[in-house]
């Protein structure tokens, strides 16, 4: 069933380092769940402990159908999205839904270039770039995924495949403020293999290093996260990384 960390985030010691920086979790739910199971889901987070919302951005993205149903009885401090949009903004495209549609909804997050979209669904970088584009022009606020397979990180190229996928991103952001990097290593993608903490660390310096080409500021306020199969075990040993 989804996979989310259920987190006392009140016991989580941000380091120094990441305090000029929102904290933030988020839990893809993929192609999961019954109307039954969800509000099991939600009464778990309601029930959930954190910070404050001052301090820690808590952000869930369900099937499109549920949406309603978790914004509605999901606490409010807690942020719904949506797992993907179309990079059109209405017309007909059967089966799609526009990024201007889930503003009216009251969404204010999508993700986009998932792996499983990528691999699974033909999208490129040119069609994420496109999406991109639409998303912020409707006003949504982005978790951008990016990362490697096992024979990219084999084959020493993690860093490029991380960059290529991030110059898509580039060439149509100017608002960095509403971009989250999502960092998920493909291969440990439901897995149960979770990146260790230096191998996580080792990429988001890399991928910092490349944000302070578009600015200093960028790099130092962007927000990049662990996106690998976290589970309650390993997110506080995760979460101690700036």
């Not at 039954?36 to 952000?59: H, M, Q, R, Y």
Request: charged fraction near 20%; glycine fraction near 8%.
């Amino acid at each position: 069933f989804p996979l989310i960390v259920y987190v006392s985030f009140s016991h989580i010691c941000l380091p120094p380092t990441t305090m000029g920086r929102k904290f933030f979790v988020g839990g893809n739910w993929k192609c999961n769940g019954t109307v039954e199971s969800v509000k099991a889901l939600i009464a778990g987070l309601n029930a959930g402990t954190t910070p404050g919302p001052e301090k820690v951005d808590v952000v869930v993205a369900p099937i499109y159908i549920h949406i309603p149903l978790v914004k509605e009885t999901l606490r409010p401090d807690f942020k719904v999205a949506a797992q993907d949009i179309h990079f059109q903004k209405s017309g007909a495209f059967t089966g799609a839904i526009s990024p201007f549609q889930l503003v009216d909804m009251g969404i204010e997050w999508t993700l986009l270039g998932h792996s499983e979209r990528r691999s699974l669904f033909g999208d490129t970088d040119e069609i994420i770039a496109k999406k991109t584009a639409l998303a912020l022009e409707a006003g949504l606020s982005i978790i951008a995924c990016i990362g490697e397979t096992l024979d990219e990180r084999k084959a020493g190229k993690t860093l490029d495949v991380c960059i290529t996928q991030l110059d898509a991103y580039k060439s149509v952001v100017k608002d960095w403020s509403k971009i989250v990097i999502a960092y998920e290593p493909v291969w440990a993608i439901g897995t149960g293999v979770t990146a260790s903490p230096e191998q996580a660390q080792e990429v988001h310096a890399g991928i910092r290093e490349y944000l302070t080409k578009i600015s200093p500021s960028v790099a130092d306020s962007t927000r990049i996260l662990y996106a690998g199969s976290v589970t309650a075990r390993t997110a506080a040993e995760l979460a101690s990384k700036p």
